[in-house]
């Protein structure tokens, strides 16, 4: 590629109520807010030197804006862009000043119909890394990657991986030898996304790594103790794939929050990237806790980039929507 | 009291395979196998510095041979064994050298028909606490309680409270206020002995303290790396009821293991029960996940002390089996 | 004996300014502070549901007004008071509401001259332990043991075992077999009080018990974020007695606090006192770190239970202050 | 760049019994040995695909052979080759096969004196991040990093950040406003190797990555209880300068290696390097415990790459060996 994506950088959420949105990422999760406003909250993590990795933003229906990714420079945001053209995906420049503390972005909506954005530039602030006073609830780090629900991953993979240099760390194949899902990334570890076979194009879940696994089960109890037991959607548990240990979250919208550690390093170009059957239990939860049916079957609906209405979901090509297990 | 109950001591359990047995409970949980040979496994944990807490004896059906208690003085032994005399209970006196490393010991079938054995002396062994390098999978510390099924819980607990000298930690109520589980000690920390209603007298479980959550974490990761995965029953979560962050296991031949950390002192005589409703969702698991059904329907048979026979069971006083929550 | 101390139930110390000790001790370290005025800051760990294990009293001079434990009744007050009597130690009488949220207490010398306080009632509060939102720091759960210097450890050693009913769980030995240190309970874990031979009578820590190892660690992190790595004195690191997990502060005017995890339980009475030779370098930090020399010879000062003056101190009986270890 | 360094891939020791470091590496710390033989062994970490990430080779004399990266394709080491050959430093060709396990390889002198490495292939082996049953002692997971003692760090810094690409995370000035030292990456996190001022060149440590603080703690209490605990040079304690939760460990031969976990992210390229002063104290540890004088004068001997003699070493430029702490 004559371009470098960076990692992704940022999840533009729409929920309905600012407040209790803020009262579950701050106060619960222990998202550090960098400004907020009537219209929307900037979030970010503890280690985070940039000014957010999260936009909440007031709306009446709760829906993906964009999921975004940090590139290197500007001239590889004109480059991307000619990549997402020339595969005739609808594309629209945002300049410089236009969102709050970024600069000029690209939006796209991808092959799948996932609206993307791309940027080089945005604020940096104070990380706040070794403000311990300031740790709270699950003690955020950074943003991690996205998980996407799309009906056809092996169209999305070709393309992420052909088209926009994307590595796969992990995959999972059904019986007929068929691409069910898909770790990949461009920073060194596991994944910036990833794509699962299911109704979409839906956003599953943005994750947050943390920095141990304790802050995850600090994190459950803060969480118990403030009323939000009923957000814990699965786990915590190990995943066979990735090795992370989890905690699926869902915000007060529903919005699925991923918080997550214990990946690996990937940085070598030969890395073999690890297949896994789909009916093979430790996959899903190395512990072997199944996911309820709801970990399946909900996700965010996403937007168009130009209209901003809701994108049209299309049933997935393979057939099998969960792991059958046979115990 | 003119005794002195000091604490849960050990479980005997009947099992069908010992080699499978060993496998489970040397290699996965990291408990210490003082001794072993064709008839019995007799296991301990990293602190203990008594042989065991835990026999395993082959047998043909699976089932629980005594729930066992430590007492101060020989005395205390006769003065015990009076008390249950006196009920109307069984009692059966074996004396010192008849079972391997224990002094003289008084076996009861106690007023809900679980078989009881209380003992003042046991072999003493090196304690191992401080030889980190044998930790091995959950690194199993001490035998912390027993947990157990029975029709009639009010009857129980008044039973071990106003003639054994138990006192109470917290207690749960259905919505006429009858008494529906109780967490009752002699040491002071939340229990050595529980009663719920169900159908009984069964064991429902034996659990074990460790030193820390990481070691439950590490433990599920040892479990599932030694294809034990579907052992775990529920968990890892952490108890509204106790604060303990807990995992429960099934042993190759279904008794249930809990692995058990994080619970407080309960040494002052002013300390006040603490109270909860059955279907006060928290109260289960402060995290929110439901129990399996599993969880509250299987138990262990418990035996005869005199024929060794199964003890029959009985349906529960109280109508509700498990706690209903209405989301 | 025919009364029962249950075990170690607060520290009252002489504060020098309120304000910068509140700061240590409520944002540091994570204490609850239960109520404050301009003259005292009554504080509590989490899991306590009594109304303090700590007071800071406003004075000019950093000092130890009183080590208090808890009994079990209001006649073993009496009997205790009578112990001392006999020992020709000062004792004192302070009735309910003289001091704020404490029934009757026992204000006594004991025989090596430290101010020692016994009382039945306090208070009760609503305990934290599930406020998991409400942790800070090195999230203090509750106390857990003093430890004094005194001239003489076999006498102190002889009085606490024979006359007030503790119990040995390890001890320190020179190369002349005389008794260097010794750590002592009542209730069942290593101590609630420990004795080394040194200037004395004073009181070389107060400790408190944490849940687990990471808090500690966390507690490090909050402490230096907050500008208090100069309190960190000795630690993190694990002793090789009593098997803990340590961190030695001190407080603004020079208290040392110890923060504890890791010991285990000490219930039987067949349990055999653990002998170290003082020269073992294993038994200070099984990690092999040596002490710093102002943690062998600095301590807080001892007030007279009548006069409120300073207890004269004296050199200790046995000639080596601290182990030599010829590495 | 016209070449791509992928990361810190290896080191090549001398050792001088080869049994006793087996026994630290492997027992002790938990590496994996992919292979050994008579005059050598070859480990790995849990998460390495590759055969090794350390190589200990029996010697008459302790030194450090090689300081080795892996990259990207075999173009690139001719570019690298060409790049130190530009520079006037020695470079040596070793062809595949000649190294055990390694491809075509590249050594070089670099302008402080070091022996590097550099080679693109290595045999792959099993993943074994999840056969948690093989975790043991700290559990090392990965290679992470080298820090040198080097007379003039502005030299080595500006030919590693100009000429090979390199990028700065941290750094330390003194008060004259010279660089005293600097962590320098490839792969995206703190460094990959550092700089410090000091009598060199000299390997002052290699440090592995652990999974998390639980697994340091570990380790000092399994290091401690195989007797190794006069091998804890410093630590456990975080660093202010890369926030790193670490322990310093001498092996058999005095080879330092660092334990490590903790760090950031460090992909941006807008990242701005963080600046520390030396004498600011929450640099070296963010606790506030020095670290003891060896730890600032011993090191590693480097070999010459062609005559394997010892490099001769120098003064350092900057005349501060060490920070000064007023307190």
Chains 1, 2, 3, 4 share one sequence.
Request: proline share 4%; aromatic share 12%; net charge negative.
């Amino acid at each position: 590629m004559n371009f470098d994506i960076i990692r992704a950088a940022r999840a533009v959420l729409h929920v309905t109520d600012l407040e209790k949105s803020r009262q579950f990422y701050e106060t619960a999760l222990g998202f550090i807010v960098t400004e907020a406003d009537d219209s929307a909250i900037y979030l970010r993590g503890l280690e985070e030197h940039v000014h957010h990795s999260l936009v909440l933003k007031k709306a009446e229906i709760p829906a993906v804006e964009a999921i975004s990714y940090k590139v290197r420079t500007e001239e590889d945001l004109d480059r991307i862009g000619a990549v997402f053209e020339k595969q005739g995906c609808k594309t629209k420049w945002i300049e410089k000043g236009r969102q709050h503390a970024l600069g000029r972005a690209l939006r796209v909506q991808d092959p799948s119909g996932l609206p993307l954005e791309f940027f080089t530039e945005m604020v940096t602030v104070d990380r706040l890394l070794q403000r311990y006073d300031l740790y709270r609830g699950a003690r955020v780090q950074r943003i991690d990657h996205f998980n996407n629900l799309v009906p056809d991953v092996q169209k999305a993979y070709d393309f992420y991986i052909h088209e926009l240099g994307f590595s796969c760390s992990e995959y999972t194949e059904d019986k007929d030898g068929k691409l069910w899902a898909a770790w990949i990334h461009r920073k060194p570890n596991v994944h910036d996304v990833a794509f699962m076979n299911g109704v979409g194009p839906r956003l599953h879940h943005t994750a947050f790594w943390l920095n141990d696994p304790m802050s995850l089960i600090n994190g459950c109890d803060v969480l118990a103790a403030l009323g939000y037991s009923d957000s814990i959607e699965r786990g915590p548990a190990r995943h066979g794939l990735s090795n992370a240990f989890f905690l699926y979250l869902r915000d007060p919208d529903g919005h699925r929050i991923e918080l997550y550690n214990g990946d690996y390093l990937t940085s070598d170009p030969d890395f073999k990237p690890i297949r896994w059957d789909l009916d093979d239990k430790r996959r899903q939860t190395f512990w072997g806790a199944e996911a309820p049916d709801c970990w399946f079957n909900e996700a965010s609906t996403v937007l168009d980039i130009e209209t901003g209405e809701k994108i049209e979901t299309h049933q997935p090509k393979l057939k099998q929507h969960k792991p059958i297990f046979a115990v």
